[in-house]
């Protein structure tokens, strides 16, 4: 299929190519550019070009590539860099140097020579999903998974070269180590499972009385300046999750480049491993693109979903939904569609909502238990939580964790409101760490909250009459509030202090709680507080 371009405006090119359909990839003009239809008319297509358009002319060629927006799926992922069309990064760059050339095309993934494990044998029925064999991915087990049903006729061994099957079905079919997946179309499962499990963070705010659960999703809405990006980065380093996806959606390539700096350094905490060998990043900053930062979430959760299949538990997290929401408002303006509130598309809420029914915990179709967790960060205008994209958010996630602005500008990180987030996922977690933990557990934390929302009350009148006119069990009980707010709540993301397993959380807290208790019981007894608080000091 071949046409011509007749119309430009922008990254929106109009042309007459006939027999597209709806989201085919398209190859646009003599520099070969990227697009994808968008808009179909009875006697032209609008195609979203996913690179910059200067240069771009009336009449150059145009021709259907004849799928959709795909990613490659196979060994080399991780430790890599991508972009939002899953162009390899570190290629470019030894290439072409620091800037992505129009209609550049690259590898997905590094051309190596994979061992190749079988866990299948000649003439056993294979069904579509099943793990057919493996290949070491550094520390990783990466399961190469049938893409068909049959019987198996040949099984590879040793080396693969690139190109080369891993097995070759009865009927003639080559099964593949990487194979292409539409980004916009979700992999397959067998049944969701409920969430149950803990996806310990290492942050104790979140752990401790905001918890997620594995397979969850989360979002962090906050104003500018309020951590977010570093709070993401934390829970990127310090997860109790297996592999990590972390999307850089119209950041600022700084924070990138400080990120990868630093986890090309860290190790994990709950493998020993390095950073970056449980990672892919995908980066897609505000100097890039516009319209591929739209697509570089649907890459991004692909991929996350590819690597569920295999058994792991993954996470993805995205920095910031905001941006993604605001190239769907570019690309909406552009096609001239009727606005909604505040001129993000009226589809806005419905896109987010079948993004996040990406998540969950699954039986795949080989039979093994994944999950996908999705922790996304919010940047509402003017930390306006009323935006339209934090209430479709909202509908949605399972957990809110309201990143508020006077908390960071007291240096409080992370800069969580106690009070205005909340968990969907409390009452699973809380029996699971109840067993695996410690029994007090829930009952610590509803010890805890009740603490900071007696304070809260206190607060206003200590304001009027000063901590000095305050009774001593009211003073005490604003003391207790203060360390758990200082000693407990806080974690300083560049010191030790900035990952907290499970035990030393329930640790912290209860030697707080144990404190305020004994020194109320002293206090009861008529000893005065001054003295009590001297001798804890």
Known sequence: MKGRITGISGPTVTVDLKGLKLYDRVSV????????????????????????????????????????????????????????????????????????????????????????????????????????????????????????????????????????????????????PSHEWPVRRPRPYRKKLATQLP????????DFLFPLARGGTAIFPGGFGTGKTILEQSIAKFADTDIVIYVGCGERGNEMAEMLEEFTTL????????????????VNTSNMPV???????YTAVTMAEYYRDMGYHVLLLADSLSRWAEALREI???????????????????????????????????????????????????GDFTEPVTQACLRTTGSFLMLDTSL???????????????????????????????????????????????EEGLREVA??????GLQDSDRLLMKAAERIRQEFLAQNAYTEDAFSPPDKTLERIGGILDFYRGARERLAKGEFLDDILKECS
């Open 267 to 282: 190790r994990a905490p709950w493998t020993d491993q390095e950073l970056m060998a449980r990672t892919v990043v995908v």
């Open 463 to 468: 304001e009027i009459v000063g901590s000095e």
């Open 291 to 297: 319209a591929a930062r739209e697509a570089s979430i």
């Open 199 to 206: 996806l310990v963070t290492g942050q104790r705010c979140i």
């Open 408 to 454: 960071a500008h007291r240096r409080h990180f992370p800069a969580i409101n106690w009070f205005q987030s909340f968990s969907l996922y409390e009452e699973e977690v809380t029996r699971h760490f109840g067993e695996q933990v410690d029994p007090r557990w829930g009952e610590l934390r509803q010890q805890c909250r009740e603490v900071l929302q007696r």
């Open 29 to 176: 003009g003599g520099a070969r550019l990227m697009g994808e239809v968008v808009r179909l008319e009875r006697e032209r297509a609008i195609v979203q070009v996913y690179e910059d358009t200067r240069g771009l002319g009336l009449g150059e060629p145009v021709q259907g590539v004849g799928r959709p927006l795909t990613v490659r799926l196979g060994p080399g992922l991780l430790n890599q860099m991508f972009d939002g069309l899953q162009r390899h990064l570190s290629w470019i760059f030894q290439k072409d140097g620091p800037f992505i050339h129009a209609g550049r095309e690259a590898p997905p993934a590094e051309t190596v020579h994979w061992r190749f494990t079988p866990e299948k044998k000649p003439g056993e029925q294979v069904m579509t999903g099943e793990i057919i064999g493996c290949v070491e991915e550094g520390p990783f087990r990466h399961c190469i998974l049938s893409s068909h049903s049959g019987t198996l006729a040949e099984v590879a061994e040793g080396e693969l070269e690139p190109g080369k099957p891993v097995a070759t079905l009865e009927d003639g079919t080559r099964i593949l």
């Open 332 to 382: 909406s303006s552009a096609l001239e569609e009727m606005p909604g509130e505040e001129g993000y598309p009226t589809y806005l809420a419905s896109r987010m909502a079948e993004f996040f029914a990406r998540a969950g915990v699954v039986e795949t179709l080989g039979g093994q238990t994944g999950s996908l967790t999705m922790i996304l960060s919010v940047s509402p205008p003017g």
